[in-house]
């Protein structure tokens, strides 16, 4: 039974709407920040963010009708089952993170994701705008916070029984910061750079903002440097290559190149150098770095203990028996978990407590390093937790969403194309680290709370912009009757 909601309560939807986006990203803040992790406050910010979200699914449940339309939804319901299949089948290794797993996902898809046709796109515009104030805000805490570290000389290192280590600090030729895993900070950071980029290059904004934004993106990569993250490296190149190219492709100035294949060569020439640039850069700034500790060093006295090299960016070690540094084996011990349940999986959540029990020696639990409890890709991890079952249906999903917004391109309005490009620029940095680490899917990070929110935005916007297909059959059947009638 759908339900209708006067102007009052419409606003107090609204705003917890937005509230709940708000709090998610702020979990995912405390969460990925050393200094809060498995502390009371994430508890504390969790719950009410749970609890607002559940209220929110059962609104979308009882007015269905405006969300029903939302593009991939019934790929989103399967992907549900899939998973609910994969706990039922796997309950003897656990449940209860797999429950609360199975919530997230269900916020994320039913609260960040879905969307309202009967909204103007402006709306969803408006709320795009707040979260990445309050995203970009956030982000530049933590780096500031991180070099603050640096800059002390902090570091230390707790141990996990199964997971990853908490890092904090500089160490082990790496800024972590205030991050326990400096790669999700990294892909944080790319998507912090195209928004602050975005922000200080729009004419309609203050100076005041443009020079903030400006520093925060400046900050940014900064950070990505010193993280010395290749994970970080590899989305700022696939984001500097949509940003750039997008920018130029809508550009005025190059519009006013009248030939056609000039344009083109000089779209495609200024985005290579660009990329380019980005590329080699934080190898520019860390050989730089590196060479001015050395210096340091050697013009220290004697008498003085050397510890620069503890403060050179040299991750060598890390790479030095494998350069996919332990991904590889990784990849293939989820490959030997996967071969003894391929149709349902193991869950996502019990693919450790699974592992000691059909897989005894493979690599994630005999290795000398840790209990690796996920696979560092999030499509082995779905192929592992959810089986053959939970891959297909999820990469259905992600392709049928893709397909229906670039077949809409040719109906974003010229005035938005370049905030519709900034929101394709994130959605791609956040999609390209999910070959090498876990995200979008499982996991409550800022960089996940803000895909589905911009791609849910993204489909929004075509859906209200392309013609109906009502519309247009009904053109189609008068055509003939009105030639007809000539």
């Known amino acids: 039974m759908a339900i209708r909601l006067n102007q009052p309560q419409s606003k107090l939807i609204d705003f917890a709407e937005l509230l709940f986006k708000v709090l998610l990203l702020l979990f995912g803040f405390l969460e990925i920040c050393n200094v809060t992790y498995g502390t009371k406050i994430l508890s504390l910010v969790l719950w009410p963010t749970v609890a607002l979200g559940a209220l929110l699914v059962l609104y979308r449940i009882l007015r269905f009708r405006h969300y029903i ?42 609260v960040l994701y879905l969307y ?39 570091n230390k290192v707790t141990p996990q029984e199964v997971g990853p280590q908490i890092v904090e600090g500089f160490i082990w030729g790496r800024l972590f910061g205030v991050y326990w895993d400096p790669n999700i900070g990294s ?66 100035n ?25 590329a080699v850069l934080p190898v520019g700034i860390k050989y730089t770095y590196n060479v001015a500790i050395s210096s340091i060093s050697s013009s220290a006295p004697e008498e003085k203990p050397d510890d620069t090299n503890d403060l050179k960016l040299d991750r060598s070690q890390d790479y030095s028996e494998d350069i996919t540094n332990r991904r590889s084996s ?50 082995m991890d779905i192929l592992v937790g959810q089986g053959v079952i939970g891959l297909l249906i999820f990469l259905a999903l992600g392709a049928w969403i893709a397909l229906y917004i670039f077949r809409n391109l ?17 959605v791609v940095a956040a999609v390209t680290c999910t070959v090498v680490i876990t995200e979008l899917i499982y996991v409550k990070s800022p960089t996940s ?38």
């Open 254 to 278: 190059i519009k006013k190149i009248k030939i056609a294949w000039k344009r083109t060569v000089s779209v495609v020439a200024i985005t290579i150098v660009a990329v380019t640039v980005v």
């Open 187 to 252: 892909v944080m950071a790319c998507v912090a750079i195209v928004i602050s980029l975005y922000y200080a290059m729009h004419k309609n904004s203050k100076k005041i903002f443009r020079v903030l934004f400006g520093f925060n993106a400046v900050l940014q990569f900064v950070y990505i440097v010193f993280s010395d993250s290749r994970t970080g490296r590899l989305c700022l190149m696939t984001s500097f290559l949509v940003f750039v190219f997008t920018r130029l492709l809508y550009s005025n």
């Open 330 to 379: 990784i990849w293939k011990s989820g490959f030997e978990i996967f071969k003894t349940t391929p149709v349902y999986g193991t869950s996502y959540r019990c693919i450790v407590a699974y592992a000691k029990d059909h897989t005894p020696n493979t690599y994630i639990l005999t290795n000398d390093y840790m209990v690796f409890s996920s696979m560092h890709n999030l499509y």
């Open 449 to 486: 709370t803000m895909f589905w929110v911009v791609l849910g935005y993204m489909s929004h916007y075509v859906s209200t912009h392309a013609p109906k297909k009502n519309k247009q059959s009904e053109n189609q059947k008068e055509i003939p009757v009105n030639a007809q009638n000539q």
């Open 116 to 154: 309202d046709a009967e909204k103007p796109s402006e709306y969803y515009r408006k709320q795009f705008h707040i979260l990445a104030v309050i995203y970009n805000i956030g982000i530049a805490a933590m780096s500031i916070a991180s070099f603050v570290q640096m800059a002390v000389g902090y």
């Open 410 to 426: 040719r109906y974003v309005l010229p005035k938005d194309k370049n905030f519709f490009m900034l929101m394709l620029t994130c």
């Open 69 to 110: 339309g939302s593009c991939g939804i019934l790929f989103m319901v399967a992907f549900g089952a899939s998973f609910v299949l994969s706990m039922f089948m796997n309950r003897n290794y656990g449940q209860y993170e797999n429950f609360t797993t199975l919530i997230i996902i269900a916020l994320q898809f039913c």
